[in-house]
Structures are given as C-alpha cells and as structure tokens.
T-cell receptor, first 114, second 113 residues
C-alpha cells in the first residue's frame, strides 16, 4: 500500500448535483495530482496542487475545482454533475525535487452519476 | 505535447513463459517513463521507472523494462510469468517540465495456468 487514502470509496449522485472527493497524501509528500479514469481507459490528468496552489491543469472544465490544505491533503469538487463524469477518480501524491519523480496513487473513488 | 501508445489491448501468455507488454511514447525533450499495474477495483501500483542511465531498468515483482531511445519504446518484460501477474498494465510518460503523467490506454495481461 502507498499510504495515500481516498474517501469515500463509492458515491452515487444525480445529474446536476455537486460532489466533493477527499485525498490524504503519503506522509511528507507536498504535491497532489488528481486523475479521472473512465471505464476501459487510462487515467486522464485533471489538475495538480503544490503547496496549496494549483500547479497545472488538464483539459477539464472549470466546474472541476480543487483545494489543498496545509497538511497537504486535498479535495476535488465537481459541480453540475453530468453523466459522463461517472468514473474512477484517482489521487496521487509525490515529492518533486527529491529525485523520486514517480507518483503514488490511492485506491480511488468510484463516482456514478445517474 | 506528450503521448503514449500501448498497441495491444490484451496479451495472453502461459505461466512460466516470458512476457512482454509494449509501449511507445512521444515527448518533447528527455522522457521520464513509468509502468503501473492496476488490479480490479484498485488504484495504480508503481512498478518501475526510467529517468536516466542504464537502458534496462528493474522493478518490483521481477519486472523489468527496456528503454530504446531510437524506437521511442519502453517495453515491460518478465522472464517467467505468474498467474498472479494477471492485471491491467499502464505505461506513462512525462517530460521534465510537465506536471502530469500521460497514460496509455492500458494492456490487459492474462497469464494462463
């Protein structure tokens, strides 16, 4: 196990609702990245947070937003949910600048939008 | 821009035989290359990485990968497959300046007893 935790494990929401997903990074890791993995596809980068600031963003609309807290934990918020938002949402933590380069993933949150 | 191609959706191999899972990449500048494995209903587990140095890198669970700059490839290999290796494998790349990993579409490896 990586030490990255995510909650909740599963979530069912209705189209148009809002959702918040949470992530606790591995101890000492100051960078958190969020990915969306649709069924049968590879993970797609949503955004990254470093020291509480957004540090890069993929091709996702503004209704996908995030936060990072002083303890480096993070939230992903999605507003106005659409059916296509149904996916596994993965959080990954890393410690860039320390020669590690790789990202360590949590188990994910499975979001179903009906 | 950076991209990864995994040309095989499915690879089947008999237990005890060598396995190869293919990956090619495109990136500006020097690539940082990674292999991850995903078991059902689980997150991604890091296997190995190439940053610089020897073209043959060794990782967890007996896996290794060969970096070939001229062919822009980073194939995953294992000399003797186990049934427990059956899983979904992802290749990922990022350039030195990029924030994110770019993943391939994944290859489902099935090791037959």
């Amino acid at each position: 196990e990586t030490g990255v935790t995510q909650s909740p494990t599963h979530l069912i929401k209705t189209r148009g609702q809002q959702v918040t997903l949470r992530c606790s990074s591995q101890s000492g890791h100051n960078t958190v990245s969020w990915y969306q993995q649709a069924l049968g596809q590879g993970p797609q980068f949503i955004f990254q947070y470093y020291r509480e600031e957004e540090n890069g963003r993929g091709n996702f609309p503004p209704r996908f937003s995030g936060l990072q807290f002083p303890n480096y934990s993070s939230e992903l918020n999605v507003n106005a949910l659409e059916l296509d938002d149904s996916a596994l949402y993965l959080c990954a933590s890393s410690l860039p600048g320390r020669g590690t380069y790789e990202q360590y993933f949590g188990p994910g949150t499975r979001l179903t939008v009906t | 821009a950076q991209s990864v191609a995994q040309p095989e959706d499915q690879v089947n191999v008999a237990e005890g035989n060598p396995l190869t899972v293919k990956c090619t990449y495109s990136v500006s500048g020097n690539p940082y290359l990674f292999w991850y494995v995903q078991y059902p209903n689980r997150g991604l587990q890091f296997l190995l990485k190439y940053i610089t140095g020897d073209n043959l890198v060794k990782g967890s669970y007996g896996f290794e990968a060969e970096f070939n700059k001229s062919q822009t490839s980073f194939h995953l290999k294992k000399p003797s497959a186990l049934v427990s290796d059956s899983a979904l494998y992802f290749c990922a790349v990022r350039s030195g300046s990029a924030r994110q990993l770019t993943f391939g579409s994944g290859t489902q490896l099935t090791v037959l007893p």
